[in-house]
């Protein structure tokens, strides 16, 4: 296979003019920092350009020459291995943050059908961050090459698809560069349809590449501002992007780099990738499908985690509730409006002053008897848990005691002594001690501690606290990790009434020791905050220690989410054994094995409620599929309007949660009796479609790939879906549009025009749509407009109050019959196991589950429904599937002729709609499941 091409070119290929200027459309910014200013660029060397037009302000006027300082001296190609030396010329444009590396190491592997490139300093071994990544054989039946051109523009490469030779990536651009603490490398790209990044707000899905933007990536304690926070790095950091090419194939690009960094879009297109420690670690995913990319890209950072079934049930919380008492209120006035509600959270409320593992004796002194309640109603609960631990109680002492790693301070001489002295526990050690919702003082376990000690106490520590109260699930927060006042005098809890005040950290800002703090170039999530900010805004100082000694902050900050996650994950099955549901608000590549994500502290608007749609499409791409947003808004006061028409959006996202803040007036659906009406038709028609929800979930965590999906993955041919940013598919079948602005009865929808489409919603139900254009129907009263796609079979079953009792009632299957000349065809599948038996990571194959296929097909005739039983489970009792509706059913079936197995069955009913051409046909038992294979058939009424 020639798939490594080395290519040596005499001739000029860029676009440089004779002068060396780039065109503003195609620059690599030498100025991405503040202080810009001509004498500033031209002592960076780079190339400046005074004409500023005021109407593209986003244009860099300091750009570096399009060229790379670095040349091939010396290559070699093993087996599915290509090595290269570059060495970087003397005389070329210097790294404006550091001294380049005068060697480095470029290295291209084969993956299969895969790619992975890395470059790294020759000599000397740089940070690799310690998440489990697979290095699979990737198969596709596309392949990708690589090309090392060393030409008078210096070294760069291309990645090439090798069918079209499409350039997915070209770094003939210029602008490589790799110093210690300044690592950048840019490209041409194929397309401007990319999609991905975070974690950031996106007002639209696709990436706007008329103009210049950069956005953070460094995990922060951070509200989403969705009305203008464009660029703001958020809770996670996903470094990875899906492209779309001209011809509608896909390919998927990640960076394994955790340290802070950034990433600027341009027009050429072309994109500017800087980090600021690790090395680059890229990889090149073929697809060609869009879901081909994300399900090899979990192939790589691993597959999501299966939540349990009731984890697919609608959930309430709120900061602020005053006690047991109100919460039992709640959860009563919900059941009363009858609104199917699965899980009832409890905030840091519950904690005696907010200490984990710990709960207020007095307020909540009955929350482990109602927890006990709502297990006997079917219902669940989960907890709010933070990282940080406060210094002087048990939970501290046990850890000091079990030699806990924690983020320390690198020396002994910094340990701030006003703080450590206070605490006898803690004196002793160079454990960080930092401020967050406890009263005192906290240390921050690290997470990635390679011995299992850290982890072994974190789990022994939930499964005391299981045996106090039997909670079900895990939310995990402030775990950036967040700390409160860093640098600040005084720090901003001096003024709350809520906290004592504690001497806030300190981290060096001048010398040596903040060379980690403040760094050469900050990256854009630290700029992006104005002056002041450093590295230890809104958390712990650069250099405090991770690893037990062997990393600092500086290098891991952004997977602290990511391993706390991995280690609940242990204590989740240590305390309680049992599937449930793991929610963190920081992420990273590999989260989704072990957790999902909300999207962190939204405010009550209509922009956060469009956001939350691009996020969540945005995460299933990330591997982390069990997402959602807090519904009807965190901050600020939501209204009755927005509140509905999230309740009615939410009810299609996995992670289905209403929150509020403390202070704010309650915003629980009951609250006003139209909201709990949309609440409750969106919680039935959710609630009756699980098993299809479930069955995706079940598929994502075998093969990797998406759960809801932007609409363009299932039709990247069709230009119009590529901008879809606020319609969105559940897996391939269901599309749903909902209302995003207010004052609007009805919403705008496009239904690609390669398929057909019935109406799953109140209006038309059944009917099969015009594809295309169309405004349909959204009144308060129903379930937002949200389609079948002819062609696929859903199962569903008849839904309740709890996903408890759901589970006991009937199946049902609704099939959108996809009909040519007068016969028809379906196919679907269902995945059914207990809901709740613990999956270790990987170990889905040996799982105990169900898998039926649907395969459904007609004629003039007659019709028939096979039923094949893929898999079988043992000990689980199926209810009896005894209702199929038929959607675009042109026949009359007979009512005296169906059959099973091909024996005579009797029909209790029988509808059929010539108008609607909808069948529906319900029996007591007609089919049982749980003898496996079977198939249905009946005849039509001859005309
Ligand atoms: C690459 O180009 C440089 C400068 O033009 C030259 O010195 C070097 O020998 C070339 N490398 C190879 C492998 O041809
Ligand atoms: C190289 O790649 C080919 C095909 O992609 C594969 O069959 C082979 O095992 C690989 N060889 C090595 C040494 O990895
Ligand atoms: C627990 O709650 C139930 C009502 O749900 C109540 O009858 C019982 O007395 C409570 N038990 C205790 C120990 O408070
Ligand atoms: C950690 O625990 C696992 C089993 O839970 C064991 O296989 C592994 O060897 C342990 N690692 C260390 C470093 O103790
Ligand atoms: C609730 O919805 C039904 C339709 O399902 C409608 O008839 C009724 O008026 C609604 N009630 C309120 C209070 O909105």
Redesign the pocket.
């Given at each position: 296979?020639a798939?490594l091409r080395l290519i040596c070119v005499l001739a000029i290929v860029s676009t440089v003019s004779a002068d060396g200027t780039v065109p503003v459309g195609q620059r690599v910014d030498c100025f991405p920092d503040p202080g810009f200013s001509q004498d500033a660029c031209k002592a960076r060397g780079c190339i400046y350009d005074s004409d500023y037009e005021q109407n593209k302000p986003s244009d860099p006027l300091c750009y570096f020459p399009a060229n790379n300082g670095y040349t091939v001296t010396d290559q070699s190609v093993k087996?599915?291995t290509t090595t290269a030396t570059l060495t970087f010329s003397s005389g070329a444009t210097a790294n404006p943050f550091g001294t380049n590396f005068q060697q480095l190491q470029f290295q291209s592997t084969?993956l299969?059908?895969a790619l992975k490139v890395s470059i790294k300093p020759v000599g000397t071994s740089r940070y690799v961050p310690p998440v489990p990544i697979a290095e699979p054989?990737i198969q596709s039946p596309e392949s990708l090459n690589v090309e090392i051109v060393n030409n008078t523009g210096g070294f760069s490469f291309r990645v090439v698809r090798q069918i079209n030779n499409i350039r997915l990536w070209d770094t003939s651009i210029g602008g490589l560069h790799f110093a210690d603490q300044y690592i950048q490398i840019a490209t041409y790209l194929p397309t401007d349809k990319i999609y991905g990044f975070g974690e950031n707000i996106h007002q639209n899905i696709k990436h706007d590449f008329t103009k210049y933007t950069t956005w953070g990536m460094f995990a922060r304690d951070q509200p989403p501002n969705s009305v203008n926070g464009e660029g703001e790095n958020l809770y996670g950091v996903h470094p990875f992007y899906l492209g779309l090419e001209e011809d509608g194939k896909a390919h998927g690009v990640f960076i394994l780099n955790s340290n802070p960094q950034d990433v600027t879009t341009g027009p050429a297109p072309h994109l500017v990738y800087r980090t600021i420690g690790g090395q680059l670690d890229i990889y090149y995913l073929p697809g060609p499908t869009p879901e081909n990319v994300i399900r090899q890209y979990h192939e790589l950072i691993g597959k999501p985690f299966l939540p349990a079934y009731w984890a697919l049930g609608f959930q309430l919380c709120r900061y602020g509730y005053s006690g047991v008492d109100e919460v039992k209120d709640t959860v009563a006035r919900l059941k009363a409006a009858g609104i199917p509600q699965d899980v009832q959270f409890a905030d840091i409320d519950y904690m005696e002053r907010y200490k984990d593992f710990t709960y207020d004796h007095d307020k909540w002194g009955q929350w482990p008897n109602f927890t006990d309640y709502l297990h006997s109603q079917g219902q669940r609960v989960i907890l709010i848990f933070d990282p940080a631990i406060q210094a002087d109680y048990d939970t501290f002492k046990r850890g000091i005691e079990q030699n806990v790693s924690w983020i320390e301070w690198p020396r002994d001489d910094l340990v701030m002594r006003d703080i450590q002295d206070q605490y006898p526990l803690a004196k002793n050690t160079k454990i960080m001690l930092g401020v967050v919702w406890p009263d005192k003082h906290v240390g921050f376990p690290d997470f990635l501690d390679p011995t299992n000690i850290t982890t072994n106490w974190w789990a022994d520590e939930f499964k005391r606290y299981h045996d106090l109260q039997k909670f079900d699930g895990i939310w995990l927060d402030m775990n950036e990790p967040s700390n409160f006042g860093t640098n600040q005098d005084p720090p901003w809890y001096y003024g709350s009434s809520d906290h004592p005040n504690d001497l806030p950290l300190k981290c060096p800002t001048s010398g040596a020791d903040s060379a980690l703090d403040i760094p050469p170039y900050k990256t854009k999530g630290v700029y992006i905050y104005g002056d002041g900010n450093v590295f230890a805004s809104n958390t712990l100082c650069a250099f405090g220690t991770s690893i037990r000694g062997q990393s600092t902050l500086y290098n891991t900050k952004n997977l602290y989410g990511y391993s706390e996650s991995v280690s609940t994950w242990k204590a989740l099955e240590v305390a309680r054994g049992k599937r449930a549901a793991i929610v963190s608000r920081s992420t990273f590549p590999g989260s989704g094995t072990v957790a999902g994500h909300w999207l962190g502290d939204n405010t009550a608007r209509w922009e956060d409620l469009r956001t939350s749609i691009i996020g969540a499409q945005e995460f299933n791409l990330f591997g982390i599929p069990y997402v959602g947003s807090d519904i009807c808004g965190f901050l600020g006061t939501t209204n009755e309007e927005l509140c509905l028409r999230w309740q009615q959006m939410g009810a299609f996202h996995s992670f289905m949660r209403n929150h509020n803040t403390a202070g704010e007036p309650a915003q629980d659906p009951a609250q006003w009796p139209s909201v709990a009406n949309a609440t409750r038709i969106a919680n039935l028609f959710r609630y009756r479609h699980l098993p299809y929800l479930f069955s995706l979930h079940f598929n994502a965590t075998r093969y990797g790939g998406t759960v809801i999906r932007p609409v363009f993955f299932e039709f990247p041919l069709d230009a119009t879906t590529h901008t879809l940013s606020h319609q969105f598919l559940w897996g391939p079948a269901v599309l749903v549009a909902p209302v995003t602005e207010p004052g609007v009865k009805t919403v705008s929808a496009y239904l690609p025009t390669e398929a057909n489409w019935y109406s799953l919603f109140d209006t038309y139900y059944g009917s099969q749509l015009d594809s295309g254009h169309g405004v349909f129907p959204a009144p308060w009263t129903s379930i937002i407009p949200t389609f079948l796609r002819a062609g696929y079979i859903l199962p569903r079953q008849a839904p309740a109050l709890t996903t408890t009792a759901a589970r006991q009632n009937q199946f049902e299957l609704v099939i959108g019959s996809a009909v040519d000349a007068g016969t028809g065809s379906a196919h679907g599948e269902l995945y059914w196991d207990d809901g709740e038996t613990w999956i270790p990571i990987g170990a889905i194959e040996q799982h105990n589950y169900y898998r039926f296929a649907f395969d459904f097909s007609f004629t003039t005739a007659s019709a028939t429904l096979k039923i094949t039983a893929l898999n079988t489970a043992t000990g689980i009792t199926l209810p009896p599937l005894n209702n199929i509706e038929v959607f675009g059913y042109p026949y009359i079936p007979d009512m005296n002729q169906f059959y099973v197995n091909g024996q005579q069955v009797k029909i209790d009913s029988l509808t059929y709609s010539p108008f609607t051409k909808v069948a529906n046909i319900t029996s007591n038992g007609l089919i049982d499941l749980n003898k496996g294979t079977v198939t249905l058939s009946w005849k039509n009424k001859s005309n």
């Amino acid at each position: 296979m020639a798939w490594l091409r080395l290519i040596c070119v005499l001739a000029i290929v860029s676009t440089v003019s004779a002068d060396g200027t780039v065109p503003v459309g195609q620059r690599v910014d030498c100025f991405p920092d503040p202080g810009f200013s001509q004498d500033a660029c031209k002592a960076r060397g780079c190339i400046y350009d005074s004409d500023y037009e005021q109407n593209k302000p986003s244009d860099p006027l300091c750009y570096f020459p399009a060229n790379n300082g670095y040349t091939v001296t010396d290559q070699s190609v093993k087996a599915n291995t290509t090595t290269a030396t570059l060495t970087f010329s003397s005389g070329a444009t210097a790294n404006p943050f550091g001294t380049n590396f005068q060697q480095l190491q470029f290295q291209s592997t084969q993956l299969g059908n895969a790619l992975k490139v890395s470059i790294k300093p020759v000599g000397t071994s740089r940070y690799v961050p310690p998440v489990p990544i697979a290095e699979p054989f990737i198969q596709s039946p596309e392949s990708l090459n690589v090309e090392i051109v060393n030409n008078t523009g210096g070294f760069s490469f291309r990645v090439v698809r090798q069918i079209n030779n499409i350039r997915l990536w070209d770094t003939s651009i210029g602008g490589l560069h790799f110093a210690d603490q300044y690592i950048q490398i840019a490209t041409y790209l194929p397309t401007d349809k990319i999609y991905g990044f975070g974690e950031n707000i996106h007002q639209n899905i696709k990436h706007d590449f008329t103009k210049y933007t950069t956005w953070g990536m460094f995990a922060r304690d951070q509200p989403p501002n969705s009305v203008n926070g464009e660029g703001e790095n958020l809770y996670g950091v996903h470094p990875f992007y899906l492209g779309l090419e001209e011809d509608g194939k896909a390919h998927g690009v990640f960076i394994l780099n955790s340290n802070p960094q950034d990433v600027t879009t341009g027009p050429a297109p072309h994109l500017v990738y800087r980090t600021i420690g690790g090395q680059l670690d890229i990889y090149y995913l073929p697809g060609p499908t869009p879901e081909n990319v994300i399900r090899q890209y979990h192939e790589l950072i691993g597959k999501p985690f299966l939540p349990a079934y009731w984890a697919l049930g609608f959930q309430l919380c709120r900061y602020g509730y005053s006690g047991v008492d109100e919460v039992k209120d709640t959860v009563a006035r919900l059941k009363a409006a009858g609104i199917p509600q699965d899980v009832q959270f409890a905030d840091i409320d519950y904690m005696e002053r907010y200490k984990d593992f710990t709960y207020d004796h007095d307020k909540w002194g009955q929350w482990p008897n109602f927890t006990d309640y709502l297990h006997s109603q079917g219902q669940r609960v989960i907890l709010i848990f933070d990282p940080a631990i406060q210094a002087d109680y048990d939970t501290f002492k046990r850890g000091i005691e079990q030699n806990v790693s924690w983020i320390e301070w690198p020396r002994d001489d910094l340990v701030m002594r006003d703080i450590q002295d206070q605490y006898p526990l803690a004196k002793n050690t160079k454990i960080m001690l930092g401020v967050v919702w406890p009263d005192k003082h906290v240390g921050f376990p690290d997470f990635l501690d390679p011995t299992n000690i850290t982890t072994n106490w974190w789990a022994d520590e939930f499964k005391r606290y299981h045996d106090l109260q039997k909670f079900d699930g895990i939310w995990l927060d402030m775990n950036e990790p967040s700390n409160f006042g860093t640098n600040q005098d005084p720090p901003w809890y001096y003024g709350s009434s809520d906290h004592p005040n504690d001497l806030p950290l300190k981290c060096p800002t001048s010398g040596a020791d903040s060379a980690l703090d403040i760094p050469p170039y900050k990256t854009k999530g630290v700029y992006i905050y104005g002056d002041g900010n450093v590295f230890a805004s809104n958390t712990l100082c650069a250099f405090g220690t991770s690893i037990r000694g062997q990393s600092t902050l500086y290098n891991t900050k952004n997977l602290y989410g990511y391993s706390e996650s991995v280690s609940t994950w242990k204590a989740l099955e240590v305390a309680r054994g049992k599937r449930a549901a793991i929610v963190s608000r920081s992420t990273f590549p590999g989260s989704g094995t072990v957790a999902g994500h909300w999207l962190g502290d939204n405010t009550a608007r209509w922009e956060d409620l469009r956001t939350s749609i691009i996020g969540a499409q945005e995460f299933n791409l990330f591997g982390i599929p069990y997402v959602g947003s807090d519904i009807c808004g965190f901050l600020g006061t939501t209204n009755e309007e927005l509140c509905l028409r999230w309740q009615q959006m939410g009810a299609f996202h996995s992670f289905m949660r209403n929150h509020n803040t403390a202070g704010e007036p309650a915003q629980d659906p009951a609250q006003w009796p139209s909201v709990a009406n949309a609440t409750r038709i969106a919680n039935l028609f959710r609630y009756r479609h699980l098993p299809y929800l479930f069955s995706l979930h079940f598929n994502a965590t075998r093969y990797g790939g998406t759960v809801i999906r932007p609409v363009f993955f299932e039709f990247p041919l069709d230009a119009t879906t590529h901008t879809l940013s606020h319609q969105f598919l559940w897996g391939p079948a269901v599309l749903v549009a909902p209302v995003t602005e207010p004052g609007v009865k009805t919403v705008s929808a496009y239904l690609p025009t390669e398929a057909n489409w019935y109406s799953l919603f109140d209006t038309y139900y059944g009917s099969q749509l015009d594809s295309g254009h169309g405004v349909f129907p959204a009144p308060w009263t129903s379930i937002i407009p949200t389609f079948l796609r002819a062609g696929y079979i859903l199962p569903r079953q008849a839904p309740a109050l709890t996903t408890t009792a759901a589970r006991q009632n009937q199946f049902e299957l609704v099939i959108g019959s996809a009909v040519d000349a007068g016969t028809g065809s379906a196919h679907g599948e269902l995945y059914w196991d207990d809901g709740e038996t613990w999956i270790p990571i990987g170990a889905i194959e040996q799982h105990n589950y169900y898998r039926f296929a649907f395969d459904f097909s007609f004629t003039t005739a007659s019709a028939t429904l096979k039923i094949t039983a893929l898999n079988t489970a043992t000990g689980i009792t199926l209810p009896p599937l005894n209702n199929i509706e038929v959607f675009g059913y042109p026949y009359i079936p007979d009512m005296n002729q169906f059959y099973v197995n091909g024996q005579q069955v009797k029909i209790d009913s029988l509808t059929y709609s010539p108008f609607t051409k909808v069948a529906n046909i319900t029996s007591n038992g007609l089919i049982d499941l749980n003898k496996g294979t079977v198939t249905l058939s009946w005849k039509n009424k001859s005309n």
